[in-house]
């Protein structure tokens, strides 16, 4: 394929309000912040770029990302919600990814990073998740995790205790974030929690159009 009908691949949902500040052609930061979530490490990224005849530095294109400010979209109504947590690893410590995804869509509705997990910080969660969703009377789907049915339990939410089929998609979700920090070591090293959890919600934006 050309490399210019490569660049006029449809990317509507990346808001490139900051690029007025930038040197790099829109469609060029565009092809970096997509297929960097999609898979490619950072350093491969920048090689791509070279290809297409532009010199961007790794720190360029992790900006870029942080920049976009990507969110996962809001006012889904879903009739059922798959709800769980993960470790995730960033540098020596270890945090707590909550993920909402609509099993009959596969699209996540929401993903946050946090310290630990406990019911006040599930509890949390569900409210956020509450404030961009309608999601009074959906029938939320969790495994046993104690933390999640208690904050179910306090905010009054019909649930359902399920290991697998529709939570199938949830776990999906988890399995290509571990595909992802574990590809490469530049992702979660040497940042800090917020700059994590702003990759981890543009990678939900990208997950949810892929």
């Known amino acids: 394929m050309p490399k210019t009908a490569r660049l006029t ?5 990346i808001d490139l309000e900051f690029v007025e500040r930038e040197r790099t052609p829109r469609e060029i ?29 790794r720190v360029a294109v992790h900006n870029w990302v942080q920049k976009a400010d990507l969110q996962p979209a809001d006012g889904e109504c879903p009739d059922r919600v798959a709800v769980d947590q993960k470790a995730i690893r960033i540098n020596d410590e270890q945090y707590w990814l909550y993920a909402a995804v609509d099993p009959q869509t596969n699209r996540i509705l929401h993903s946050r990073l946090f310290p630990t997990y406990t019911i006040p910080i599930a509890r949390e969660f569900l409210t956020e998740l509450a404030e961009k969703h309608d999601v009074e009377d959906t029938l939320f789907l969790v495994d046993d995790a104690d933390d999640l049915i208690g904050g179910l339990r306090r905010e009054n939410y019909s649930y359902r205790i399920e290991q697998h089929g529709f939570r199938n998609s949830v776990e999906r979700v988890f399995r290509e974030v571990e595909r992802r920090t574990s590809s490469f070591s530049n992702c979660f090293s040497h940042v800090d929690p917020p700059t994590a959890e702003t990759w981890l919600q543009a990678h939900a934006v990208w997950w949810n159009h892929a």
Do not use: Y
């Open 9 to 13: 691949e449809c990317t509507e949902w």
């Open 29 to 57: 930061i565009e092809k970096g912040i997509r297929h960097h979530l999609a898979g490619l490490s950072l350093s491969n990224t920048v090689i791509l770029l070279e290809e297409l005849g532009v010199q961007r530095s």
